[in-house]
């Protein structure tokens, strides 16, 4: 660092780089353990595999269910990779040291919260070939993609503000589900229609009302996500 | 230690008063309705008690943000009153709704938005107590409830809209009608009465059991300071 300035007046694109040296921080070392991502990748398929002895998914019942499932699956793992990505910060003391660092604490939310979109992402990247492989529906529609992108930066806004909640109490990861399941029932209801509306072919202005509350909710509560963080992270 | 305030033990007696009364003009005095028959009786203290926990659970969102913004304690504890006043008067209105639903809609319980709402909101105030009793810091147990009351406080009535996406059965008796809904009625004067004396004695009830429950938040803080007192 050549000079310093006061909080109040950090440099020109310093957030910019900011947020992107902790999601890099973040890639980086999940890059070099492969923990998380295993970890939510291989529940992930379990949760489908119990769904189809759940659910019974022969062809009838598939046609259906599809989108419910697959919102199912991402958000169970989604839970597990943000209790897993707060829980490192907060294990190793590294917490600490991002809070020191002389960045605006909406830099730390914010890289947090791409790290764990990207964390989701790339699971859903592989669990979507294999669930249409595996069922023979195809679920590479550009619609369909961009209602899982939208669902998931919602979920995972929220997830990140609450998981760095919940991993400072004593309760720790059982907390996150109790907490984020009845918040996120917006998303994960809006995204169950807007995708089902896709795999069915609905028209686009059937998909339209459910697809505009998601991208309502994204703004809605990143915004007030990104106001609230510092008082949750504050010691 | 602060002897009880003389209002408080006025609006008490008022509170049991004014419960006789409701239960007298809701039971006898209003008419049987002529579809539904005894049951809709139950409907006078259903919305007393939604709407009052509905006012609970607005006031938190507010408390939520005033905390936030002064971090005074105070507060924390009139949000934590009102959400647990709230959450017992909720839990109530969904016990009534469910009585009357059997017999009118011939269900228990149906995913209907109000309904569905009225679930996912105590949860998220269930949630809320989770989380709070996690946290032993007395500061820091104030900032986290309120995030997260906020949160949740948001986030209900989006449910509720995010729900209306598909078709509602829930009859609307004040203001706006739905050709869909089943169980609607017209009230008749009497009627009024019972409803709008029952509005104002379950206000009067809540703002008794909040104040009661605000001084006990005070109290217990006494406590915890009188104890760090003793053991230091």
Known sequence: MTEQRPASQPAPGSFLKAVSAVVWKDLQAEFRSRELFSAMLVFSLLIILIFNFALELDIKTRQSVTSGVLWATFAFAGTLGLNRSMAIEKDRGCMDGLLLAPVDRSAIYFGKVISNLAFMLVVEIIVLPVYSVLYGINLFQPGLLFVILLGSIGYAGVGTLLSAMSVQTRTRDILLPILLFPVVIPVILSAVKASGGYLEGLPFDEILSPLSLLIAYDIIFIAVAFMVFDNVVEE | ?232
């Open chain 2, 1 to 232: 230690m602060r002897s009880k305030p003389l209002m408080l033990t006025i609006l008490d007696v008022l509170s049991i008063l004014v419960l006789g009364i409701s239960t007298y003009l809701a039971l006898f005095f209003a008419p049987t309705e002529r579809v539904m028959g005894e049951v809709q009786r139950v409907f006078y203290f259903h919305i007393g008690t939604a709407w009052t926990a509905l006012m609970g659970f607005i006031l938190a969102a507010v408390f939520s943000i005033a905390y936030l913004v002064t971090k005074n304690l105070k507060w924390d504890r009139y949000q934590v009153a009102a959400i647990e006043v709230s959450l017992v008067f909720f839990f109530l209105t969904i016990v009534l709704g469910s009585i009357w639903a059997r017999p009118a809609w011939n269900t228990w319980w149906t995913w209907d938005p109000r309904l569905t709402t009225a679930a996912v909101t105590e949860l998220i105030y269930i949630a809320y107590f989770m989380l709070r009793q996690g946290i032993d810091d007395p500061e820091r147990r104030a900032r986290f409830g309120a995030v997260y009351a906020l949160i949740g406080g948001l986030s209900a009535p989006v449910t509720f809209f995010a729900i209306r996406l598909f078709r509602t059965i829930h009859p609307v008796v004040i203001g706006g009608s739905n050709a869909e809904a089943q169980g609607g009625f017209a009230m008749t004067a009497d009627m009024r009465v019972a409803f709008f004396f029952a509005l104002f004695a379950f206000t009067i009830i809540f703002i008794d059991l909040y104040w009661n429950r605000i001084r006990l938040g005070e109290l217990q803080d006494q406590v915890e300071q009188l104890k760090l007192k003793v053991t230091m």
